[in-house]
């Protein structure tokens, strides 16, 4: 519950953080895992947060998937010693890996290419486990599925050091993120793990217990039948955002980030709001409304315990660096007065969390981000 | 000139700064602002750093503009005693506003409404300076020109405080970023100019010497005709990017920051390039290019004295938050390896340098970003 007196504290754009949401979402996630036999090794890029990674420690999970060195240097800062740096590796980098080695931890890095695990080799001071990244059809980063000898080269290098450890295939099917019903999510995921298993089929006499994860939350939160998956990797669903919602994949209930943003000017011709929070808050991520326009954001109202629905047509229709513009209702528009501080969720809350830099819980407890 | 072997140090997303292309673009808007006899009142939203700050302070100005009550604290802290806070005053900072006042702060603010002034008048421990911002067709934020009535209640209420002064009229006539031709931009800065000073005519009764700020780079970059401006608050100029280049507002030539950026794998296929940098190192701005397609940024080669010309065709296609997909020619494609470091020209420098967080300069200097 916010204690009596939190909004009015809040002066500025404030990055809200529902603990009682996001421990709900990661119970589920872990509870779905534990269901269907698979190991979560949650994506710590949404939060990048210190104090959230505990409520994974507390529930017993150790081993960790992040997007950057950078951020595998702060989780390992952080005590962590079991990191997967979905990736694909800078072999730049390669000194900070050593780094980790030294200390003791278990890396895991992302591989795309032969030469890169020649170099590591060479490089490593001690072993590190790797996955081979495979291309399902999503066409950002890895080896398409179908290129079996590339990827038994890949393979093939691997065991030419101790330290170049043939852990298993990746797969981060993004493109789940582009379909439009939780069926197409479904059946586009059935089509990714077939592919990756019958990449493991051809690999049988190259590595053993070779492990397959998945990466995206679409697919790890609404497809219930893992046969063929052993590990998966999402990060999205700890806090979710309007991108999940508008999949279906989540309610709107389960968001547990919103901004609060002060209310600066009102226009009343144009019936609009002008709030302090724009890009440096909400980057420049939107969605399409069933008319095709553009928006940034969705306006809740924040209470005692939270943060209320989103009300209906009301919607930050454009950004700049600092301004937003909320574009809402004539009744709406009556109700809302410079000086009040509404909440917004965000299209895209793994990019509001970064651009924030810091949480404040509903009970007013600061989290840091990296 | 680039250090000798300080491309080789960068292993990650690195902010590159040309100081010597910053100065001259500092150099030129200076000359410009004396040569037509406004006063320049940089916009330091763009650089937010301390270290840029100085080379105003070198040049003698003292007076500046910033985006949020923030950011002024930033720079009162960094010694400026003369800031503009050029954004609806949100009352709900008002506190902060009496520490600078308290600290013999001049500070400057944007109105676009009767009752913050009257509240400005009741809670002010000392006297500001107030701008009634204008707006003249951008329909962001200000009150319409044509409302004549309205601003002049504003007005009215100013002078019913000894601490809330009637300064000026702010015009950020920010639909110049979307216009195709410097025509274009100029004529949209003229029927600007009118507007604010049909106003200004309009409140001889309620103020004397009532000063006309215009705040938009590509304006203050082309217009060579400012009869009826008094002051100009410019920000993006500092480093230009690929928009105000599309615009012709700056030639390639004058964008004075990059991201360099390992190349961490390669695409034979597609004939695409991966490199680490994304979402959080360039945000999500965009332009089209002649066909159309989308896209986030433009390759540049990294050289010992800084970075070559834009090469044609090598687009950033894609981004999510930490890939970067960059499409390339054949003969590109070959000529770059894993391991290299590229540099991205951003399409908005301001988002850029507000992810990347630090400035490294070509002889290696740290600069930091608020």
């Known amino acids: 519950m916010l204690p009596s007196g939190m909004i ?54 150790r081993s960790i998937t992040v997007s950057s060195v950078l951020m595998a240097e702060y989780f390992v800062k952080h005590g962590w010693q079991d990191i997967t740096v979905a990736f694909p590796f800078n072999r730049l980098e390669v000194g900070v890996i050593n780094g980790f080695i030294s200390q003791g931890v278990n890396v895991k890095l992302l591989i795309t290419d032969v030469d890169t695990v020649s170099f590591l080799g060479k490089e490593l001071v001690g072993a590190v486990d790797l996955f081979i990244e495979l291309d399902a059809g999503y066409h950002r980063s890895g080896v398409n599925t179908n290129h079996i000898d590339e990827i038994r080269a890949i393979a093939s290098e691997m065991a030419k050091s101790d330290n170049t450890k043939f852990y298993g295939l990746y797969c981060h099917p993004g493109n789940t993120y582009h379909e439009d019903s939780i069926d197409r999510i479904k059946s586009l995921w059935r089509d990714a793990i077939e592919k990756v298993n019958e990449v493991r089929l051809n690999l049988t006499d190259l590595g053993k217990d070779v492990v397959i994860r998945m990466g995206d939350t679409p697919g790890c939160a609404v497809v219930e039948d893992m046969k063929g998956v052993d590990e998966i990797g999402p990060g999205n669903f700890v806090f979710y955002d309007l991108v999940m919602n508008y999949l279906n994949v989540c309610d709107e209930s389960n968001i547990a980030v919103a901004v609060a943003c002060p209310i600066v000017a009102k226009n009343d011709e144009r019936k609009e709001i002008v709030i302090h929070g724009g890009a440096v808050h909400f980057s420049k991520d939107h969605l399409f409304d069933e008319s095709e326009q553009k928006f940034f954001g969705e306006m809740v109202i ?7 629905n989103i009300v209906p047509g009301a919607k930050l229709v454009s950004i700049s660096q600092e301004h937003g513009i909320l574009s809402v209702s004539d009744r709406l528009f009556d109700t809302l007065k410079v000086g009040d501080v509404i909440g917004i969720l965000p299209i895209h809350s793994c990019l509001t969390a970064n651009l924030m830099n810091e949480y404040v819980t509903l009970s007013g407890q600061k989290f840091e981000h990296m």
């Open 302 to 308: 924040l209470q005692e315990d939270g943060w209320s």
């Open 8 to 61: 009015e504290n809040i002066t500025r754009p404030t990055l809200l953080l529902d603990l009682k949401k996001m421990e709900s979402n990661i119970d589920s996630m872990i509870e779905k895992a534990d269901r269907l036999n698979v190991k979560l090794v949650p994506h710590f890029k949404t939060h990048q947060s210190k104090e959230v990674a505990q409520y994974f420690r507390k529930k017993g999970l």
